[in-house]
């Protein structure tokens, strides 16, 4: 197995710098980067821009404005002096936040952390019992009216799951039970150990919610129809035969090899924690990884942009080696090697 992680390892390297030759070229090339709003800023309110410099500005301004944001160099050339930065973890200085790139991502860091790994836990914790009492009672009035709701909250888009919850328990037309944005109180500080925990979680319930509904119906019924799978196959049959007691057969024969498919999803924990979710952290008023992907795109910040999809494919990547490794551990039949 660590021969096989190895090699996974060492092809992460020209996967990861393909993935980043592409994204840096498309990036520098687009238009209305960081010189263009600059040039936009400084004729504001003197006439129409143009952007080539040649009207409004002179061209040693321009030159300057060039050689301020590095692009007075040939691409291939930047893109260079931008990986040899990134191997030690420099990642530039943001044109929206100025502060450097790797700052303003860790400042962003434990939203997404803590809500992508709570939703992860909450939901195996979840669809992994439900979708085994699903398999056993398969076409039965609790399968039935437990595949409706989690359908149902499968069709319901995470952002308005949470405008619905903020009307009816966040103060809305109804009940005022749960906090509505951010992740702690104002008198946070001033709070007990137990009360900053229950402050937290109390902030964190209606967006763990949303964060988990998307993915409850998919691993529920992953977990069912796998079991329901596992329960055909002839050497349950032959545990039947010999009288082996149904629980018996469930938890001790069919489940672990059921959980096979389940373990592959396991590194769907690395895109969680750093992703995030732009609608939610909107709605709830979030200030996370999302949100600062999506500001940075639409501002043209193209520091935290290939900061945020380096960081985001790395993850990916590593995610993917961690299912292989959750696979072997439910099934230590399985040999990369």
Not at 290 to 305: A, E, F, H, N, Q
Request: glycine share 8%; charged share 15%; proline share 4%.
């Amino acid at each position: 197995m660590f021969k096989y992680i190895l090699r996974r390892l060492l092809l992460m390297l020209p996967t990861l710098f393909g993935i980043t030759i592409v994204v840096f070229f498309i990036i520098q090339s687009a238009p209305g980067g960081p010189i263009e709003q600059a040039i936009q800023e400084m004729t504001e309110g003197v006439g129409e821009a143009n952007f080539s410099g040649d009207l409004v500005i002179s061209a040693e301004v321009l030159a300057d404005l060039k050689k301020q944001f590095g692009f007075d160099k040939p691409i291939h050339v930047r893109y260079g002096l931008w990986l040899k930065d990134i191997l030690t973890f420099n990642f530039g200085h943001s044109l929206i936040y100025d502060e450097p790139v790797f700052a303003v991502i860790r400042s962003k860091f434990p939203v997404s952390l803590q809500f992508g790994l709570t939703s992860l836990f909450f939901t195996y914790v979840i669809c992994i019992p439900l979708g085994v009492a699903k398999a056993v009672k398969d076409k039965k009035v609790f399968d039935y009216v437990t595949s409706v709701l989690i359908f149902l909250g499968h069709s319901t888009p995470g952002f308005v799951l949470g405008i619905l919850l903020i009307v009816f328990f966040g103060g809305g037309s109804f009940f005022n039970i749960f906090p509505i944005g951010g992740l702690t109180s104002e008198h946070y500080a001033t709070l007990t150990t137990m009360g900053k925990v229950w402050d937290r979680l109390h902030h964190a319930i209606l967006p763990l919610i949303c964060y988990m509904v998307s993915h409850i119906a998919v691993i529920t019924m992953l977990m069912k129809n796998s079991l329901i799978g596992e329960l055909s196959k002839d050497y349950i049959k032959t545990a039947k035969a010999k009288g082996v007691s149904k629980f018996w057969i469930i938890y001790k024969h069919a489940f672990r090899n059921a959980l096979i498919p389940i373990a592959t999803g396991i590194g769907s924990i690395f895109k969680l924690v750093f992703a995030g979710s732009l609608l939610i952290e909107t709605v709830f008023n979030l200030d996370g990884i999302g949100l600062l992907t999506y500001t940075s795109v639409l501002k043209r910040d193209y520091t935290v942009i290939m900061a945020s999809v380096t960081l985001h494919s790395l993850l990916i990547m590593l995610g993917n080696i961690a299912s292989d490794v959750a696979v072997v551990a439910v099934d230590p039949r399985i040999d990369y090697d």
